[in-house]
T-cell receptor
């Protein structure tokens, strides 16, 4: 158990819908990262938040957005869902110092039908 | 951009040694990580290299050559539970800690 929690574990929805994925980082970690993992793309970095502010952005679609709240939990919002958005979405957290190992949550499996 | 290459699949026998190579071409370099990921589970950290040379951690070792843009992960005394995907990841920026991952190498350990 990494100490990072993600809900829900599974999500099945239809094209065009909107969903929210939730992540709680390890106690004491200020950084949260979101990754998307699909069969044909591997693990892709989406976005990073540090202490409530966006720090780095990857290949995140405009239909996707995220935020980090004062209690440091983070939410990833996916809207106008397409079949190709079906993937595992991982959240990771870290302290952002030293070599900065990232600890991954168990992931949310999103299926868009 | 970032380009991180590793073999797609490798097969080895229980008790043997396997070496997973990773080559990278990135816009900067601030460390290379190896993660293990069992199917359907979260990646877990294995090793970190930022200077040239070998880092040993029990049955796992990782090597880095920054001038060649090359790393390998060495798994010794393979066990069935080592069957998993191994992900090479590079931190390229000194301003943030985001990682760029390779596609992963699936290692199958056979009895």
């Amino acid at each position: 158990d990494s100490g990072v929690t993600q809900t829900p574990k599974h999500l099945i929805t239809a094209t065009g819908q909107r969903v929210t994925l939730r992540c709680s980082p390890r106690s004491g970690d200020l950084s949260v990262y979101w990754y998307q993992q699909s069969l044909d793309q591997g693990l892709q970095f989406l976005i990073q938040y540090y202490n409530g502010e966006e720090r780095a952005k990857g290949n995140i679609l405009e239909r996707f957005s995220a935020q980090q709240f004062p209690d440091l939990h983070s939410e990833l919002n996916l809207s106008s869902l397409e079949l190709g958005d079906s993937a595992l979405y991982f959240c990771a957290s870290s302290v952002d110092r030293g070599y900065n190992e990232q600890f991954f949550g168990p992931g949310t499996r999103l299926t868009v039908l | 951009g970032q380009n991180i290459d590793q073999p797609t699949e490798m097969t080895a026998t229980e008790g043997a040694i396997v070496q997973i190579n990773c080559t990278y071409q990135t816009s900067g370099f601030n460390g290379l990580f190896w993660y293990q990921q069992h199917a359907g589970e979260a990646p877990t950290f294995l090793s970190y290299n930022v200077l040239d040379g070998l880092e040993e951690k029990g049955r796992f070792s990782s090597f880095l050559s920054r001038s060649k843009g090359y790393s390998y992960l060495l798994l010794k005394e393979l066990q069935m539970k080592d069957s998993a995907s191994y992900l090479c990841a590079v931190r390229s920026s000194s301003n943030d800690y985001k990682l760029s991952f390779g596609a992963g190498t699936t290692v199958t350990v056979r009895a």
